[in-house]
């Protein structure tokens, strides 16, 4: 259901290979239609920068109308999207079903498709930061020496990243590790509590590129509470969800993985296997994008109908079976951000759920944006934006007074402890000046992790 009204919001499939979709006049006159639309409304005014964009356009023209708006400058309104979906989830009255008919990231999606149709792309060394399989497999073979080259404050590096890939010099970049998540999974079997209530129940942990390049306590921290909890938990990675190539508008290489990626999953739920994603993006793409790309595949259908977000599962397993013994209350309260992606998927904040199966958890819900945005907010042009639009989560985040800074999204919480740092005293408070996964917290809870 969509948050704020009764009826549950409609996605239309994506028509990326109707050659209307990506005609340059025909994007003009729905630019036109929409953003007039918005004009009139405002009520996204300060979810993110391109609304203000949008809006500052049409007050700083001729008539303050639209009409009298040329569409050159639509191009920053749209650079300034993050496709965070926090517009078409929490705000929009005039999504589908409304007659009107409007999505406004999807719009956003369909000029960057235009875009390339035309042409139009990232410069070679921004392209190759989306290349995150490619990327996390060279850099695991020399981790220290990737982790020392991409370190905030190397002064030999960073100019030549921001130089080649337009990455601002300032951003903390995710580190890499030299044992993947699915290499741990295949030399270090974790031992099932077969007395828990869930034993019986068997998932398939989808990695994410993200879990299994760089951050592989996330997914070692999962296999430990599912298995705590009964659960057969298998780590699986055919490769990357396309998140990234979305971001660019890149819609055949995403339909493309989808087709990969679902094929070769369906013998995981052929076998009896639910999907499980351990980053929200990723499992927004199982779950809601693909299907949208890719319409006429059942695999990716049966796919996306197998799917859980990580807490959603674990709060499933709580709800139904009822988590296992064994939690102590952790040494401090915990900031929960919901992260945009894990609120998209329209399960409900089932972060801030899970955290509340510890002892005495004392959560304080993060519910603005991080303005991170993905792969977005790293480039030069954008990251003192995403701080800018973040800064009222790190406000929050700091205010809560917390030992911990939570989030699904495992980007957003590292900008929002960034975000912290402009704070004074923010970071100090934590007991770890890191931001978590909540199954990382639920794990630290049980004790299976330190
Ligand atoms: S999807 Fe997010 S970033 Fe894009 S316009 Fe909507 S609120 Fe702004
Ligand atoms: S996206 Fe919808 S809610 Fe937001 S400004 Fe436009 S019309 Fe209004």
Redesign the pocket.
Known sequence: MKEGSTEAPIRHPIAWQDPAYTDWDALDTELRRVFDICHGCRR?FN??D??PRLFDLIDESKTGELDSVSSTGFKPVVD?????????MTKCPYVPPHEFNLD??HL?LRYRAAERARGIKPGPGEAQLTKTDRNGRLARLAAPLANWASARGNRLTRPVLKGVAHVHEDVELPKFHAKTLMAKAAHHPVARNTAAPAAGRKVALYATCFVNYNNPDIGEAARAVLAHNGVDAEVVYPECCGMPQLEGGELEDVAGRARRVAAALAIWIEDGYDIVAMTPSCALMLKFEWPLIVPDNAQVKRLADATFDLSEYIVDIAKKEGLADGMTALPGGVAVHLA?HARAQNMGAKAAELLRYVPDAKVTIVER?SGH?GSWGIKTENFPVALKVGAPAAQRAADADAAFVVSECPLAGKHIVQGMEKIDGATAKLAVARAFHPVELVARAYGLVK
């Open positions: 996204c979810l993110c391109s609304f300034a999207c993050t496709l965070c979906d926090m517009c078409f406004f990231p956003m945009c944006c945005g």
